[in-house]
């Protein structure tokens, strides 16, 4: 039988992060680990996510993707700073400051308006903190697929060599063999090198599911990461895929740094890779959406489109 969780935290607590566990209240929403409120006895609280051994891997990656994001982030934008990451037993764990995250709506539009705004400022603030280029320090993970992140100094590259491709190879390798994706892939440097971005740190995983709004007048907070240094609308463009964020998110992003022109036809390219890890992860209509985007990419390209922005 499997040792309880709280009787494996309890002592590995007090040991690392000398707190007192007092109750361990299971929180819903991941698909990935098992995620937990720790209530502490000085009535203090932390959030911690637990998986099998296995899965320390993900956890570190998670945690330098999130003391990355916090170098450049500023108040009112939260970013919450590990507490410890390591193995309690046979639980691999990551515990995290409480986040007391509200539902937003439309009531909040303002809230959302500076998240936006929060994340331009911290992707601006970082231009310049990479000298190698694209990429990260290490390799992570993207859900929980392999995400490598090889630096290279040019932004085409990067993204065909280790992005598109690797999904590509994982759908050949599962017998799926998408129309067009090879001439894509060439293609793909020459569109992405004439739109002549800048390298700053993103989020990389920017769905809806990894933000979220504090209480009213306490700001906004990233979470979940996949860090890496890269064109920033990567992060725009995830941002409207799946649901997306309400518009005033994308209007307090374009009033701080508005993105070039030619944006639109590159989220399509950029949530490509995202609907191709999908595909890979969960099949089903996933398969049908990234064949959709690649024969609509290869037919702007044949019609002379590049993904080329203004001077700036």
Not at 50 to 60: D, G, H, K, S, V
Not at 110 to 128: C, I, N, T, V, Y
Request: glycine content about 12%; charged content about 15%; aromatic content about 10%.
């Amino acid at each position: 039988m499997a040792t309880p969780p709280q009787t494996l935290l309890a002592p590995w607590l007090a040991e690392r992060l000398d707190v007192r566990l007092s109750r361990l209240a299971p929180v819903g929403g991941g698909c990935i680990h098992q995620a937990w409120r720790l209530e502490l006895a000085d009535g203090r609280c932390l959030f911690a996510k637990t998986n099998r051994a296995e899965a320390l891997p993900l956890l570190e990656a998670e945690a330098a993707g999130l003391r990355a994001l916090g170098v450049w982030a500023r108040s009112p934008l939260q970013v919450p700073e590990p507490q410890v990451v390591g193995m309690a037993g046979a639980l691999a764990v990551l515990v995290l400051p409480w986040l007391d995250l509200h539902s937003g709506g439309g009531a909040r539009a303002q809230d959302w308006w500076e998240l936006g705004r929060g994340l331009a400022e911290l992707h601006r603030r970082s231009r310049g903190g990479s000298p190698r280029g694209y990429g990260f320090e290490a390799d992570n993970f993207i859900g929980s697929t392999p995400q490598p992140n090889t630096r290279h100094s040019d932004w085409g590259l990067f993204f065909a060599n280790c992005r598109i491709a690797p999904q590509l190879r994982r759908a050949a390798a599962a017998g799926r063999h998408l129309r067009g994706g090879e001439q894509l892939l060439a293609a793909l440097p020459a569109w992405l090198d004439a739109h002549r971005c800048e390298p700053v740190l993103v989020h990389g995983d920017l769905w809806s599911g990894n933000a979220g709004l504090l209480a009213p007048g306490a700001g906004a907070a990233l979470f979940d990461p996949s860090c890496h240094w890269a064109d920033r609308e990567v992060d725009l463009a995830m941002a409207g895929l799946f649901g997306g964020f309400p518009p005033a998110f994308f209007e307090g992003y374009q009033h701080t740094w508005p993105l070039p022109s030619g944006a639109g036809p590159r989220a399509t390219l950029y949530n490509l890779y995202h609907l191709l890890n999908h595909a890979n992860l969960f099949g089903g209509g996933y398969w049908g959406q990234a064949q959709a985007s690649i024969d609509r990419l290869l037919a702007a390209g044949e019609a002379g489109f590049s993904p080329r922005s203004q001077p700036r």
